[in-house]
Every structure is written in structure tokens, then in C-alpha cells.
């Protein structure tokens, strides 16, 4: 019985551990539904009520190489039918003690094969330390559609300079 409740013990924690999210696995999976809630590998999920949009995963581990892109959380991914482009709102938090220009690399994909990968890059994100910033990354939609095949998008790169 005690061997019960500690595996019950353990499942819940990595539960609530997934769900808050452990720093440098944010993140979730672009469904282009309104709900906006499925959730990548060891990541969290992002929840967004706007149409066509939600959080998103970024890919990175644990080495130091890959700090910066444990600093980007992505907020909202969506279609802009307006400017008929692919965007992504992240938040980049810097807790170290130093200021520094950050600069990001966002993929876009989908899971229909005419969801042909799309790239935009931000570059000059300025982030004091021990603050966050909110940028904006945009690329034009290179589709004929309404965008809905574009499922996911992800940190690829994020630099500090």
C-alpha cells in the first residue's frame, strides 16, 4: 500500500510539474483551434481563447548552449488574415545579471503537405536583466489558403548577442 501511494505521489508531481512547466520546456503545440490546448513533449500548455491561435513548443535542452532559447516562451501563434502572414507573440525572460540583445528564429509547420516550413526571425530584442520583453515575429504566408494547415511553430534558434 505504501509503494501505491508513492508512485501516486510521484505521478502527481510530474502532473502539476508538466502542467506549471520547468524552466526551459515551455510550450505546446499550435492546433489552430480556438481552444489552443495540447501540450509537446515535457512541455506546458498554453491556453488562448483567440481564434486560430495558442502557445506553441520550443525545442532546446538543458546545456548551457541552448540558455537562450530556454528564455523565449511562445504565447500566441496564429494566421493574421489581415496582413496575410504567419506571426508568433513571445515572451523572452532574462534572469541572469547582465543585460543582452536576443535574437530569435521561429519555425512554422504544419501537418498537411501543402504547409510548406516557414521561417521569421527577430533580431535586437532588448531584455534587461532580470526582466522580460514581448516581441512580435511575422513571416508572409506562402500558402493560398486560410492557414489553417499551419499546426505548429517553434523556437529554432535563440541567440543573445
Request: hydrophobic share 30%; charged share 15%.
Amino acid at each position: 500500500m505504501k509503494i501505491r501511494h508513492a508512485r501516486a505521489i510521484a505521478v502527481f508531481g510530474i502532473a502539476v510539474l508538466a502542467l506549471t512547466g520547468a524552466r526551459g520546456s515551455h510550450g505546446g503545440s499550435c492546433s489552430g483551434s480556438s481552444s489552443g490546448s495540447s501540450s509537446s513533449s515535457g512541455g506546458s500548455t498554453h491556453h488562448s481563447d483567440d481564434d486560430n491561435s495558442s502557445g506553441s513548443s520550443v525545442s532546446g535542452g538543458s546545456s548551457s548552449g541552448n540558455a537562450a532559447v530556454r528564455d523565449v516562451t511562445i504565447d500566441k501563434c496564429a494566421y493574421d488574415a489581415a496582413t496575410k502572414s504567419l506571426t508568433a507573440r513571445i515572451t523572452v525572460k532574462n534572469d541572469g545579471a547582465l543585460d543582452y540583445d536576443y535574437s530569435v528564429t521561429m519555425k512554422f509547420t504544419g501537418t498537411a503537405a501543402t504547409a510548406v516550413p516557414a521561417t521569421a526571425v527577430k533580431t535586437g530584442i532588448a531584455v534587461a536583466a532580470g526582466a522580460s520583453a514581448s516581441a512580435e515575429l511575422s513571416t508572409p504566408y506562402p500558402g493560398t489558403g486560410d492557414g489553417s494547415e499551419y499546426t505548429e511553430c517553434e523556437v529554432t534558434r535563440a541567440s543573445r548577442l
